[in-house]
C-alpha cells in the first residue's frame, strides 16, 4: 500500500458515510444511551462513573465517551457530530484492514478490502450510529494489526528475556489488550484479541520460539495497569458493580440472558457480510490449503480471527449480532481474495459477452420488480423508482463482470455497493415517520411547559428508552427512576413525558391528564406504548421526599427491582 492509497480509503469512507451525515437521520435509543453519557459528562465533570438521568450506567466503561469528548467540544453536541465520531473510529478499521491485505496479497488486495469492509451490511450500520461496538471493533484490529505486524514484519527474537527488550509495537500490543477492558465491558474486546492470537500461536511447530516473545514482564505490568485502573476505581466508586458483572457474564454464560441457540452466528454472519458474503465464501475455500497445511501463513492468521471468536462466541447462551463486528475485517480480506478469484474465473465465461444476456437480464428484473410491486401493497410508492433503478444495477453488475480490466469491473461493484447503502440510509429516512412524530411531540412539550418546569421523563419500556426523551428534551428533562419517584418532585403539578401504560402507577399518586400525545411513536406495536405528554397533579396526601435516594447500578439497567419511593 502507497500513502496515496490510504488517502483514497480516506476519501471512500467519507463518501459512505456523506449520506447519513447529511441527513443527519435521527437517533435510536442504543445511540442515545452513549450520546446522553456523554453529555451529562461534560456537564457534571464525572469522567470516572458512566451515568445517564444521573443513575450509574456501567455497562459501558468510559474510554469510547473520552475518546468522543474532544470531537463533541469542538464540533457541538448534536447527532451529526455523534455519528462523525463512529465514522472517524470505523476509519480506523477500514485502514488498518487495507494495510493488513496489502501485507499480505499487494497493493490492489488492500484497496478492494478497505473498500469491502466500508461497505459490509454490519459495518457501515455501526460506523454510523455512536455506540461502543465501533470503538471495540477498531481497538481490535489495532491489536491485531500490532500482532501482523510482529509476526508477519519482525523475526522471532531467539534471545529474548522475561525482562529484556523488545519491539516497541509488543508494549502497544500490551497497552491496546489493556485498553479493551475500557469500552464493552471487561474482557469482551481482549477475548476478540487473544482467540485468534493464541489459535495462530499455539497451533503450529516450534510454537516456543514465537510465544516467548509474549512472556515478558514488562509488557504484562502494562496490561494490568491499562486493564486494571478504571475498574479498581470503579469499584472504589460504586462497590456494587460487581453485581452488575456477575450478571453480565454469567447472565450471557447460562442464565437466560439474551437466550439463542448455538447456531445462531452462522446465519448472522452470513448476513453481516452483505453484499460481499458470496466473495467471502469463495475466499475461505481459496485460502483453505494454505490454512490448513501452512502454520505461520497470512491464511491460518486470517482464518483464526475470522472464526475464532464465532467459535468461542457460540459457547454462551446470551448472543447478538453486533458482537460479530469485530470480526469483519478478515472476512473483508477473505473477499478481496474471493474477488480476484471469481473475476478470473468470469474472464474464461465467453456465454457473459453475448449481447442477449444483459437485454434478458433486464427484462426479467423488470418484471419480477412489477409482480413484487403488486402482490405487496406496501412496496407501492417505491414501484416506479425500484423499476428505474433495479434494471440500471442488473445492467452495470453484468458489465462489471465482462471488463478485463479489474479495476474497472471490482471498482464498479464497490460502487454499486456504496450507492446501495445510501439509498437504504434514504429509505430509512423517508420512513422514519414514528421518530419524527415522537420529536415533534418533544419540541411541544417544550413549548408547552413553562419555562421554570423541567419535563419530567418516565419510560420504562425498557432500560434503553428513557435515554431518547432524555437526548432530545436537553437540558430540559429530569429523569423519573419509577412512578413512585413523583415523590421527589418539586411541585405538586408536574409534566410527565410517559406511555398509557405506565398511567395506572402515576394516577395512584395524582390526577392524570392528556395534553399532547405522538400520532404514533417509534417502534409501537401498541397504542399504550404510544408517547405522550401528561399533567399531573399530587394528591395532597402524597408526602414529598426531598433527599437523593441511591440507585444502584443493575437497579439503574433493569435487573433489580427499585428502590420505590414510598
Known amino acids: 500500500m502507497r500513502r496515496w492509497d490510504y488517502l483514497i480509503l480516506v476519501a471512500f469512507?467519507?463518501?459512505?458515510?456523506?449520506?447519513?451525515?447529511?441527513?443527519?437521520?435521527?437517533?435510536?435509543?442504543h445511540e442515545t444511551v452513549h450520546a446522553q453519557n456523554l453529555r451529562e459528562m461534560l456537564t457534571d465533570g464525572d469522567w470516572l462513573i458512566p451515568h445517564y438521568g444521573g443513575r450509574p450506567w456501567l455497562e459501558r466503561p468510559p474510554l469510547?465517551?473520552?475518546?468522543s469528548m474532544p470531537v463533541v467540544s469542538l464540533f457541538g453536541d448534536s447527532s451529526r457530530v455523534f455519528r462523525l465520531v463512529s465514522v472517524l473510529v470505523g476509519l480506523i478499521t477500514v485502514l488498518l484492514t487495507g494495510w493488513m491485505a496489502g501485507l499480505f496479497y499487494g497493493r490492489a488486495a488492500g484497496l478492494l478490502a478497505g473498500c469491502i469492509l466500508a461497505t459490509m451490511y454490519e459495518f457501515v450500520r455501526y460506523t454510523h450510529a455512536p455506540e461502543s461496538d465501533i470503538f471495540v471493533c477498531s481497538l481490535v484490529a489495532i491489536g491485531l494489526a500490532l500482532f501482523a505486524h510482529l509476526e508477519f514484519q519482525r523475526r522471532p527474537d531467539s534471545r529474548g528475556h522475561f525482562v529484556g527488550?523488545?519491539?516497541?509495537?509488543?508494549?502497544?500490543?500490551?497497552?491496546v489488550l489493556g485498553l479493551g477492558n475500557l469500552v464493552k465491558g471487561l474482557y469482551f474486546a481482549d477475548m476478540h484479541i487473544l482467540v485468534p492470537v493464541?489459535?495462530?500461536?499455539?497451533?503450529?511447530?516450534?510454537?516456543?520460539?514465537?510465544?516467548?516473545?509474549?512472556?515478558?514482564?514488562?509488557?504484562?505490568?502494562?496490561?494490568?495497569?491499562?486493564?486494571?485502573?478504571?475498574?479498581?476505581?470503579?469499584?472504589?466508586?460504586?462497590?456494587?458493580i460487581v453485581d452488575l458483572w456477575a450478571s453480565d457474564y454469567l447472565g450471557r454464560i447460562k442464565g437466560g440472558y439474551m437466550r439463542e441457540p448455538w447456531w445462531y452466528y452462522g446465519p448472522h454472519l452470513l448476513l453481516n457480510l452483505v453484499p460481499w458474503t458470496p466473495l467471502a465464501l469463495v475466499g475461505l475455500g481459496v485460502t483453505a490449503s494454505k490454512a490448513w497445511n501452512e502454520p505461520r501463513s497470512a491464511e491460518r492468521f486470517l482464518w483464526c480471527w475470522a472464526l475464532g471468536p464465532v467459535l468461542v462466541l457460540s459457547i454462551p447462551q446470551?448472543?447478538?449480532?453486533?458482537?460479530?463486528?469485530?470480526?469483519?475485517?478478515?472476512?473483508?480480506?477473505?473477499?478481496?481474495?474471493?474477488?480476484f478469484q471469481v473475476r478470473e474465473w468470469l474472464l474464461t465465461q465467453k456465454w457473459l459477452h453475448r449481447a442477449a444476456l444483459p437485454g434478458a437480464l433486464v427484462s426479467a428484473t423488470i418484471v419480477l420488480v412489477v409482480l413484487i410491486g403488486f402482490t405487496l401493497p406496501p412496496f407501492g410508492p417505491w414501484l416506479v423508482p425500484t423499476l428505474v433503478v433495479a434494471p440500471m444495477v442488473v445492467f452495470a453488475l453484468w458489465w462489471a463482470c465482462v471488463q478485463r480490466d479489474a479495476r474497472l469491473g471490482l471498482g464498479t461493484c464497490v460502487a454499486l455497493a456504496a450507492l446501495a447503502f445510501a439509498g437504504k440510509e434514504y429509505v430509512d429516512w423517508k420512513l422514519a415517520a414514528g421518530y419524527r412524530n415522537d420529536l415533534a411531540l418533544i419540541e411541544e412539550a417544550k413549548n408547552q411547559v413553562p419555562g421554570d418546569q423541567r419535563v419530567l421523563v418516565l419510560d420504562n419500556w425498557g432500560p434503553l428508552d428513557a435515554s431518547w426523551s432524555l437526548y432530545y428534551l436537553q437540558e430540559r428533562a429530569q429523569l423519573l427512576h419509577n412512578a413512585t419517584f413523583l415523590r421527589q418532585a418539586e411541585l405538586r403539578e408536574v409534566y410527565v413525558l410517559s406511555r398509557p401504560w405506565q398511567v395506572p402507577e402515576m394516577e395512584a399518586l395524582g390526577r392524570v391528564q392528556v395534553v399532547r400525545q405522538s400520532e404514533r411513536s417509534r417502534n409501537e406495536k401498541q397504542p399504550e406504548f404510544r408517547l405522550t405528554l401528561y399533567r399531573v397533579t399530587l394528591h395532597e396526601h402524597v408526602a414529598l421526599h426531598r433527599d437523593r435516594t441511591y440507585i444502584s447500578p443493575m437497579q439503574a439497567t433493569g435487573r433489580a427491582e427499585g428502590p420505590y419511593l414510598k
Do not use: M
Open 198 to 240: 493464541a489459535a495462530f500461536l499455539l497451533f503450529a511447530p516450534a510454537r516456543w520460539e514465537h510465544i516467548k516473545r509474549y512472556v515478558w514482564l514488562p509488557g504484562w505490568v502494562a496490561f494490568l495497569v491499562a486493564a486494571g485502573f478504571w475498574a479498581g476505581l470503579a469499584y472504589w466508586r460504586q462497590p456494587d
Open 318 to 339: 446470551g448472543k447478538h449480532h453486533h458482537y460479530l463486528l469485530s470480526v469483519c475485517a478478515p472476512w473483508a480480506i477473505l473477499a478481496a481474495v474471493g474477488a
Open 13 to 29: 469512507v467519507a463518501l459512505v458515510a456523506a449520506t447519513p451525515l447529511t441527513l443527519d437521520r435521527i437517533l435510536g435509543n
Open 165 to 175: 527488550a523488545r519491539p516497541w509495537a509488543l508494549l502497544a500490543f500490551f497497552v
Open 64 to 67: 469510547p465517551f473520552w475518546i
